[in-house]
Antibody, heavy 126, light 107 residues
Framework: QVQLVESGGGVAHPGESLRLSCAAS????????MHWVRQAPGRGLEWVAV????????RYADSVKSRFTISRDNSKNTLYLQMDSLRSDDTAVFYC???????????????????WGQGTLVTVSS | DIQLTQSPSPLSASVGDRVTITCRAS??????LAWYQQKAGKAPQLLIY???SLESGVPSRFSGSGSGTEFTLTISSLQPDDFATYYC?????????FGGGTKVEIK
């Protein structure tokens, strides 16, 4: 069955970096766009970034643009999020999610999300 | 950015009730809208995509409707497992955005 497993979360000081990973299995990873979505403690959901199936298109939320970098290695079925210059308001559970490609163009990054990983907690604190 | 406004929040209901949650978009998003259910401490799960298409494996008591700027999620007969927070999400424009969530509580 489809499985997404995030790792790499933890505690960082403001200004530091972390790299999240999302290991995918149970589907042809290289044919799907992939997203990162985060949720601050007690808050709602916020889309962070998307990468197209082949890595040629990357888009970011304004709140993370120029600080975060999304990437993927289709040979390893793994999605990444490099997070630099972390701030306290980046504290959140980070989820990876597969793009829903039904009824959208195969190369589209404008998608719904499903399924989702279990999430990994990132805490930024001095 | 496209703003999504959900109502009501919270929503108090009883088992067996018909429940309707509304999501209003600040601009026309055609039918590029999804609905998710999130239980405490768990990842969200996709219920509905493209406004009215039921995700595989989701019970048929869940349905979605709407187009343009107004959308609804309906649970035809609320079950104990349905007490959770529900989010709408648009994918017509970047940035992809979510509504603020509707918590369905036990009356």
């Amino acid at each position: 069955q489809v499985q997404l497993v995030e790792s790499g979360g933890g505690v960082a000081h403001p200004g530091e970096s972390l790299r999240l990973s999302c290991a995918a299995s149970g589907f042809i990873f290289s044919t799907y766009p992939m997203h990162w979505v985060r949720q601050a403690p007690g808050r709602g959901l916020e889309w962070v970034a998307v990468i197209s199936h082949d890595g040629s298109i990357k888009r970011y939320a304004d709140s993370v643009k120029s600080r975060f970098t999304i990437s993927r290695d289709n040979s390893k079925n793994t999605l990444y999020l490099q997070m630099d210059s972390l701030r306290s308001d980046d504290t959140a559970v980070f989820y990876c999610a597969r793009g829903v490609v039904v009824e959208v163009a195969p190369t589209s990054v404008y998608t719904a999300f499903g399924p989702w990983g279990q999430g990994t907690l990132v805490t930024v604190s001095s | 950015d496209i703003q999504l406004t959900q109502s009501p929040s919270p929503l108090s209901a009883s088992v067996g009730d018909r429940v309707t949650i509304t999501c209003r978009a600040s601009h026309n998003i055609i039918t590029w809208l999804a609905w998710y259910q999130q239980k405490a401490g768990k990842a969200p799960q996709l219920l509905i995509y493209k406004a009215s298409s039921l995700e595989s494996g989701v019970p048929s008591r869940f349905s979605g409707s709407g187009s343009g700027t107004e959308f609804t999620l309906t649970i035809s007969s609320l079950q104990p497992d349905d007490f959770a927070t529900y989010y709408c999400q648009q994918y017509n424009n970047l940035p992809l955005t979510f509504g603020g969530g509707t918590k369905v509580e036990i009356k």
